[in-house]
């Protein structure tokens, strides 16, 4: 912005309150929940996320993206024709747990969703029971049983958790340079399931940490605002922030590029300049010799 101007709202000209440099827009507080749900309800039909009449289950920790997520997919649920419920685990971190599980349970009021909650505790260990160094593999791995169990034996056909473009990029990072590749299929916006193992969707996988953050904001919704105790500093975080820095735009361009359909190799012709082989009439060499050659016809 120049010289203390405000920008205004593209659609109604109010003050703006974000700017996403991505879509070229600046909007307001009234205008950006929707937009935000209209982006995703496109990447959900575009990359086929969910099916008609498929059951969801939105797993949520209260944190600002599962919340964003749930918040979104029950906007768009009836015009995409698909129930949602909610999941919540409470995996017994103290005071964090107890906050997390009232605000799932305040959201899932104000949003009319049903609620499951399962505590870890029933398994018959909490995370408060697991030693320093191994807590977080040993929470994700809970999380990710407790998921797949609870959805296959209630009959839900997918399970949706609030990943996003930050989440995405980071784990690849740290393990395509730990030489590990296969990770992509993991992460990508829908993974079917086999056997026992039920189908995943990553709705929010194009949206940035900071899109969900003003989304809760200005949806006014309720969320938890503090970081998990156990979590680690991510550096892989900063380092994509100070790439995000330099590069405005390239985490999602990345995460985007990451799961582009692949171009079929067939779609080729000959340029009818050179007979080269070409994706278009003349070739793009050809182009250029036209445009820039010292030959070419005045
Ligand atoms: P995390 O593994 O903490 O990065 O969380 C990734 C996703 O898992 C979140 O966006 C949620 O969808 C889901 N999730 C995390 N913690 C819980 C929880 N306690 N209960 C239900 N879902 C959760
Ligand atoms: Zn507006």
Redesign the pocket.
């Known amino acids: 912005m120049k010289g203390g101007e405000t920008k205004k709202c593209r659609k109604c000209r109010k003050r703006a309150v974000v700017s996403l440099k991505t879509y070229k827009i600046s909007l307001c507080d009234t205008c950006f929940p929707p937009f935000f749900e209209r982006l995703v309800e496109r990447d959900v039909k575009k990359y086929k996320i969910i099916k008609e009449d498929e059951r969801v289950l939105?797993?949520?920790?209260?944190?600002k993206?599962?919340v964003a997520?749930l918040s979104t997919l029950k906007a768009i649920s009836s015009s995409l024709n698909f129930h949602i419920e909610?999941?919540?685990?409470?995996?017994g971190i103290g005071e964090y747990?107890r906050k997390?599980t009232e605000i799932?349970k305040k959201l899932c009021q104000e949003l009319e969703i049903e609620l499951n909650t399962?505590k870890l505790a029933e398994y018959g260990f909490t995370i408060s029971d697991v030693s320093t160094k191994k807590v977080c593999s040993v929470?994700?791995n809970a999380?990710r049983y407790?998921?797949n169990r609870f959805a296959r034996e209630n009959g839900f056909d997918v399970i949706?958790?609030?990943?996003?473009a930050d989440?995405i990029l980071a784990n690849f990072f740290k393990n395509w340079l730990s030489g590990n590749r296969w990770w992509i299929e993991k992460q990508s916006p829908r993974t079917e399931g086999f056997d026992r193992v039920i189908t995943r969707i990553r709705p929010?996988f194009l949206r940035t940490e900071k899109e969900n953050a003003i989304y809760v904001l200005t949806r006014h919704l309720p969320f938890l605002a503090d970081e998990?105790p156990n979590?680690p500093q991510d550096r892989w975080k900063e380092i994509i922030y100070e790439i995000e820095a330099k590069i405005p735009g390239f985490k999602q361009n990345f995460v985007r590029n990451m799961f582009k359909e692949k171009k079929e190799v067939s779609d080729f012709r000959y340029c009818s300049i050179c007979g080269e082989v070409s994706t278009s009439e003349i070739c793009q060499f050809c182009r250029n010799i036209m445009k820039y050659g010292k030959n070419r016809e005045a």
Not at 58 to 63: F, K, L, M
Not at 86 to 91: E, G, R, W
């Open positions: 939105a797993a949520v920790s209260g944190g993206d599962s997520l909610a999941l919540h685990i409470d995996l747990s997390s799932c399962v929470c994700g999380k407790i998921f949706a958790t609030g990943h996003n989440d929010l998990c979590a």
